[in-house]
C-alpha cells in the first residue's frame, strides 16, 4: 500500500520538512538519492499548506532535469527550491491594512 505524501518531522527540532525520493532516471544527474527542504515552521497545518507548495516545485525541478537543464546544479549543497516558502500567516485586520498585497493561490503557484 502507498503511503500519501506529507510533512516529515523529525522528533529533535520538531520542524517540519519536504523529503522525497529523487527518481531513479535522474538520481546521476542530481547525485543525490534524497532530498530535503525545510518548510519553516513547527506548526502542521501550516506545514500541510507550505507543503504542497514545495511538493509541486520539486516535481518542477524534477522535470526540468529530464529535459536537460541539468546545468542549474552549481555544487553539492544546490537548493533545488530557488523560491523561499512563505509560511506567514495574516490576520483579515493585517490584509486589509496593507492594499498592495494580494493573497497567493494555490493553483497560480502550481501553474507558474
Known amino acids: ?22 527518481p531513479d532516471d535522474i538520481r546521476q544527474v542530481i547525485g543525490k538519492t534524497e532530498i530535503r527542504r525545510s518548510l519553516n515552521t513547527r506548526n502542521h497545518q501550516q506545514a500541510k499548506a507550505a507543503f504542497v507548495i514545495a511538493y509541486a516545485e520539486s516535481e518542477r525541478f524534477f522535470q526540468q532535469m529530464r529535459s536537460g537543464h541539468s546545468g542549474l546544479i552549481a ?9 523561499p516558502i512563505c509560511t506567514h500567516a495574516t490576520t483579515a485586520s493585517e490584509s486589509e491594512s496593507s492594499p498592495t498585497r494580494k493573497p497567493l493561490r494555490l493553483l497560480a503557484l502550481i501553474e507558474n
Open 1 to 22: 500500500m502507498a503511503l500519501i505524501a506529507q510533512p516529515f518531522r523529525p522528533p529533535d527540532s520538531g520542524i517540519y520538512y519536504l523529503r522525497r525520493r529523487v
Open 75 to 83: 555544487s553539492p549543497r544546490f537548493d533545488p527550491f530557488p523560491i
